[in-house]
């Protein structure tokens, strides 16, 4: 959504310097305007669940014909921002990667875990996906995360 493009553009924008690694913090923007884009018609996902080859294509296959529609330039420099994003491999890529899980975390955490709730993701899940995904970008932001999670499983917010 419009809304999560922009908390995470301005969360990278305010934490570039808890990154793991120097990063282009332009550049981690452009990966995360563009990473969701192919969502538009592939439909979001629930991140938890079990990304299948299936779905990893028809998002590709999403991506490829919006960016058909771009002058040739454009088109190359979103295709290798958005493989790049999808690799993780960058600094760039791994800080865009952990930016893009926190506001979702936070809105749970706020939100008296209605989106855990809703798709029944245990506490084990949550802390394994999002542990690996942010502290490779900035093990700095996971720490305060990761403390934000087990004040959410005290509460019972998390189960």
């Given amino acids: 959504s419009a809304e999560h493009s922009w908390h995470v553009c301005l969360s990278a924008l305010l934490l570039k310097d808890f990154a793991n690694e120097p990063v282009d913090v332009v550049r981690v923007m452009k990966m995360l305007l563009i990473h969701d884009l192919g969502e538009i018609e592939a439909g979001d996902t629930v991140i938890y669940s079990a990304e299948t080859e299936e779905n990893k ?30 690799e993780g491999v960058s600094p760039e890529a791994s800080f865009a990667k952990a930016i893009d899980r926190v506001p979702p975390l936070l809105h749970n955490i706020h939100g008296e ?47």
């Fill in 113 to 159: 875990g209605h989106g855990w709730k809703k798709h029944n993701v245990p506490k084990e899940k949550v802390f394994a996906f999002n542990g690996e995904r942010i502290s490779k970008g900035s093990k700095l932001l996971w720490q305060e995360v990761e403390s934000r999670l087990n004040d959410a499983v005290q509460s019972g917010v998390l189960k």
């Fill in 57 to 86: 294509q028809l998002e590709r296959s999403c991506i490829q014909k919006l960016f058909q529609l771009l002058p040739e330039a454009s088109r190359e420099e979103f295709s290798n921002l958005w493989e790049e994003f999808e």
